[in-house]
């Protein structure tokens, strides 16, 4: 009972995502914390107030992180299909062609 | 990516990245914001040379010179959104007598009298002030992030922070002093950088920033009748 709390622990915390969600999070740190820079220089430097982009540059970086790193379910959209425990017994009359694997 | 450590690694990672690179680009805006310093008035107004030690127990006994001045000027163009604090000094110079073995025939001397930290509103929590003074400071600001009248400076007859002298001990009667203006910009992030001898780009020198010609006094003496009276 108690191992299996710790395994949905230890899920929890290792966050696994499928490699679709992976190439996804990859796309979205870069492209989001670009564009919160992009934001914060902009407005501080039209507004002349560099406390006000430093304030929107760390607020902005939080959100991203909030998205990008907790294990949301639209990461896990599409599952891989691993093949089912055991394995797949070969057919009796299997033959590996050596010169087929070169 | 494959666990949320990573992920948490990498986008830090990359927020270093783009910190440095908004960083460097904050730092480039100086170069296009226009500084057109200027200097209306710097004179002397009170100047004696007194006998004096160093500190309480040294037994050296050196001439120091004391100079009030009065200065007005218009810095308010170096504040900008970069701007965290200006740093305005005086400085006395005048040249040296042509020192021995062919060196100091350029050589001046030059020591800072008086010294000043002007915060942008940004940088106003970073005074050295009291509360109360604190308080005043930054109600001065109005709210705003940039303040241009602090870079207006209006002094009368300030007396100075330092008293000076020469490394010989010597100053009374000397000849050809001159009060100079400094500034140095203190930015949030980029180089720093002082008054410069040339024009750069939109960036011009400090004008006027001279104060003309006088000579050191000779040394106070203590008045005879004040001592009788004693």
């Known amino acids: 009972m108690a191992e299996h709390l710790l395994d949905q622990v230890r899920d929890l915390f290792e966050g696994q995502i499928d490699f679709e969600g992976q190439k996804l999070v990859e796309l979205l740190v870069n492209a989001a914390l670009t564009l919160v820079g992009a934001i914060a220089f902009f407005i501080g430097y039209f507004l002349q107030d560099i406390k006000l982009a430093v304030y929107i ?21 599409h599952p891989v ?20 694997l070169k | 990516m494959y666990s949320s450590v990573v992920r948490l690694q990498n986008a830090f990672s990359f927020f270093t990245t783009v910190a440095f690179v908004v960083a460097a680009l904050i730092a480039s805006t100086d170069l296009l914001a226009p500084r057109t310093p200027g200097v209306g008035v710097l004179k002397t107004t009170n100047v004696q040379v007194v006998r004096g030690r160093p500190h309480y127990y040294s ?8 100079i009030k001045f009065s200065l007005d000027a218009d810095l308010s163009s170096l504040f900008n959104w970069n701007t965290k604090q200006l740093f ?13 073995s062919g060196s100091g025939q350029n050589a001046s001397n030059q020591a800072v009298i008086w010294d000043s930290i002007i915060t942008s509103p940004s940088a106003d929590h970073l005074a050295n002030l ?19 009248s602090r870079g207006r400076l209006s002094i009368k007859n300030q007396r100075p922070k330092y008293q000076i002298t020469h490394p010989s001990g010597k100053v009374a009667e000397q000849d050809d002093v001159v009060l100079r203006l400094h500034y140095n910009v203190q930015p949030w992030v980029g180089f720093l950088t002082w008054n410069q001898d040339a024009d750069v780009w ?15 006094p000779s040394i ?3 008045d005879e009748t004040k001592k009788a009276a004693k």
């Open chain 1, 57 to 77: 540059g760390l607020i902005g970086t939080a959100a991203v992180f909030v998205l990008v790193v907790p294990p949301w379910p639209f990461y896990n959209r």
């Open chain 1, 81 to 100: 299909k691993w093949l089912p425990v055991g394995g797949v017994t070969p057919p009796a009359n299997l033959v590996i062609n050596d010169e087929v």
């Open chain 2, 59 to 66: 037994s050296k006994k050196e001439e120091y010179a004391i």
């Open chain 2, 88 to 100: 305005v000094y005086v400085t006395a110079e005048w040249p040296s007598a042509g020192g021995s």
């Open chain 2, 130 to 148: 009291g509360p109360v003074a604190m308080k005043k400071l930054k109600r001065s600001a109005q709210g705003k992030s940039i303040d241009p």
């Open chain 2, 202 to 216: 939109r960036w011009k020198t400090l004008r006027n920033n001279l104060s003309k010609k006088f000579t050191l």
């Open chain 2, 220 to 222: 106070k003496k203590k």
